[in-house]
T-cell receptor, first 114, second 113 residues
Framework: GAVVSQHPSRVICKSGTSVKIECRSL??????MFWYRQFPKQSLMLMAT?????????EQGVEKDKFLINHASLTLSTLTVTSAHPEDSSFYIC??????????FGSGTRLTVV | AQSVTQPDIHITVSEGASLELRCNYS??????LFWYVQSPGQGLQLLLK??????LVQGIKGFEAEFKRSQSSFNLRKPSVHWSDAAEYFC???????????FGTGTQLKVEL
């Protein structure tokens, strides 16, 4: 079946530094990928839609300069949290939609900013 | 705008008992509906999905869900719950393909032995 690989699974960084999270579709091409954020005991909130070869579409209230998304190939999208602060600590999950209408999710990245 | 409501934040059932998790959606067209399960600190696993056709959908791990257009509902059921089913369950709605999914707030399932 369609697999989305997300790395790293956990990362701890110092306040003010940047962190990059990768999301790869392993056995299918993904022209569109989605990035979600999940706070503890809460639901998944869509942050942005990543489109291969073009700019990402951000949801209202999401700072595009803080959460940089790059989708340079049909199998790779990256989310960079720039100048991270403790309030950016969260669980980030990517998703892609292989043919057939469904959605496949990565295993998530637990970001802790200290 | 699309939205999903999961009225039950927490549900506790005894092992072996039946389970029903409620999901109501709001969507302008024929929805693509999904149920996902998430264990702590993990990603999401698809339990089942509905796009069209038979309104009773069978999924993995013995789960099923019924799409009721008149009630805008897509409730998840399992006849006999196992302790390993304890997790967070999310209902989601979307248009499929390259369109975004909207998630409900989730239902935390606890299974008593």
């Amino acid at each position: 079946g369609a697999v989305v690989s997300q790395h790293p699974s956990r990362v701890i960084c110092k306040s003010g530094t940047s962190v990059k999270i990768e999301c790869r579709s392993l056995d299918f091409q993904a022209t569109t990928m989605f990035w979600y954020r999940q706070f503890p005991k809460q639901s998944l909130m869509l942050m942005a839609t990543s489109n291969e070869g073009s700019k990402a579409t951000y949801e209202q209230g999401v700072e595009k300069d803080k959460f940089l998304i790059n989708h340079a190939s049909l199998t790779l999208s990256t989310l960079t949290v720039t100048s991270a602060h403790p309030e950016d600590s969260s669980f980030y999950i990517c998703s892609a939609s292989p043919q057939g209408g469904g959605y496949t999710f990565g295993s998530g990245t637990r970001l802790t900013v200290v | 705008a699309q939205s999903v409501t999961q009225p039950d934040i927490h549900i506790t059932v005894s092992e072996g008992a039946s389970l029903e998790l409620r999901c109501n959606y709001s969507y302008g067209a024929t929805p693509y509906l999904f149920w996902y399960v998430q264990s702590p600190g993990q990603g999401l696993q698809l339990l089942l999905k509905y796009f069209s056709g038979d309104t009773l959908v069978q999924g993995i791990k013995g789960f099923e869900a019924e799409f009721k257009r008149s009630q805008s509902s897509f409730n998840l059921r399992k006849p006999s719950v196992h302790w390993s089913d304890a997790a967070e369950y999310f209902c989601a709605v979307g248009a499929g393909g390259g369109n975004k999914l909207t998630f409900g707030t989730g239902t935390q399932l606890k299974v008593e032995l």
